[in-house]
């Protein structure tokens, strides 16, 4: 079923927002722009919802949430991490997941997205290959180079893939933990929504204001002139 309710859609937005931020500090490697990159994503899918937008299901809510962040970063979407420190890494990480994490930090800004999209974030080839911008041929070339890359610098035998069952290695890294801030209450749909609609009312609400800042300030030179 179609979806628009923002309240409905809410407790989405809390499920997907740990993953969005780490896919964008994979790829730009700066807090306070993946910080940013989330809150503009989810303000641009409540926009589309109060213009009348609807949503079929959560992998469509994924999707867009992704792209527009991906959209939004804009050049500083293809920085380079390979200095990229995981504080969730520091706890409890076996050398496995540090080799590995690091190994993904290192590939290069394609092939590195081919690879965290299909297997840390979940999405099949032909949606990836939407948020990254690619032509499905291009993207599998970009996400062949990545394996290829893994698997040679990886001992043999670990090999990062799923077993039957069970979740990649890859998708098993931790995220990179939300700011402080950002753990609390995330971005409401509903509020962000209630905000578009008021800024929508704006222009009406703006040209009174300044109205009566004219009139104010005629009011005070007569009274200058005159008093």
Known sequence: MPRND?????????EVRPSLFDYCMRMTGDIMKSSTLVHE???????????????????DFRLLLFREARTLAGDDWHA???????????VNASPAQAKL??????????EREAILLVERYGFQAADACQIA???LEDFDVA???????????????????????????????????????????????????????ST???????????????????????????F
């Not at 994490?101 to 394609?110: F, G, S, Y």
């Open 6 to 14: 923002a309240r409905s859609l809410n407790p989405v937005l809390v």
């Open 41 to 59: 994503a989810s303000c641009a899918l409540a926009e589309l919802l109060s213009g009348g937008g609807h949503m079929s299901g959560n992998d």
């Open 80 to 90: 380079d991490t390979s200095i990229l420190q995981n504080p969730a890494l520091q």
């Open 101 to 110: 994490d690091l190994i993904l930090r290192q590939l290069p800004a394609r």
């Open 133 to 135: 911008g690619l032509q």
């Open 143 to 197: 996400l062949a180079m990545a394996w290829q890359k893994i698997l040679t610098a990886l001992p043999p035998g670990a090999v990062p893939v799923a077993a039957a069952g069970r979740a990649s290695p890859i998708e098993l890294l931790p995220n990179h933990p939300l700011p402080g801030v950002e753990q609390e209450p995330v971005t409401n749909l509903s509020e962000i929504m209630s905000e578009l609609e």
């Open 200 to 226: 929508r009312r704006g222009p009406g609400v703006v040209k009174r204001i300044i109205w009566l800042m004219v009139f104010a300030g005629i009011t005070a030179g007569i009274w200058y002139l005159f």
